[in-house]
């Protein structure tokens, strides 16, 4: 059901992700992510194709927490914020972050002890059915999302989909 992967660079560091559909209290869950009642990122899954995409964000934003260079104000803000292709924080959240009438969310936590608590936690305050994170490419929008990172079909011959938007997200920083 859940996904869990070490991060090779930060070992002490693991990262979960959780899937949930049919979510029925995607307010509540935002109003009590935005208060930090809730500690992990609940993120839009219809904007992402992959699990990787997440992984990648997530690794890239304790990166930036461990050398003290982060741009939004928590460890989860700043994993939503690096799945977006641009430097706008508000569009990120806009983009990636919960909306009041979503009907899906993908949980994302970064954790380095026995996440069953923290698992158990989530599951606890979110209103819907968890199912295998590997389903989250059943919710994408590739429409939405070649658009948003301005993918060409050209670019889509030489590679996929996945590859172009984690390029997008690799390379924002440097643009």
Request: glycine share 4%.
């Amino acid at each position: 059901m859940h996904l869990t992967h070490t991060l090779e660079l930060f070992p002490d560091h693991k990262v979960t992700q959780m899937l949930f559909k049919e979510v029925k209290n995607a307010a509540e869950l935002r109003q009590s992510a935005v208060a930090g009642k809730i500690s992990g990122a609940l993120i839009n899954p219809t904007m992402l194709l992959n699990p990787f995409q997440v992984l990648v964000a997530a690794n890239k934003a304790v990166n930036l927490e461990k050398t003290g260079k982060m741009k939004t104000r928590s460890l989860y803000s700043e994993i939503i914020f690096n799945l977006s292709p641009t430097n706008n924080i508000s569009e990120a959240f806009k983009r990636f972050g919960i909306s009041d009438g979503d009907d899906s969310v993908l949980v994302v936590l970064v954790h380095n002890k026995d996440e069953s608590q923290l698992l158990s936690d989530i599951t606890a305050v979110v209103d819907g059915r968890q199912v295998s994170v590997e389903d989250i490419s059943s919710l994408s929008d590739q429409t939405k999302i070649k658009k948003l990172y301005k993918i060409t079909p050209q670019e889509e011959k030489c590679g996929t989909l996945l590859d172009a938007v984690v390029c997008r997200m690799a390379i924002k920083d440097v643009m």
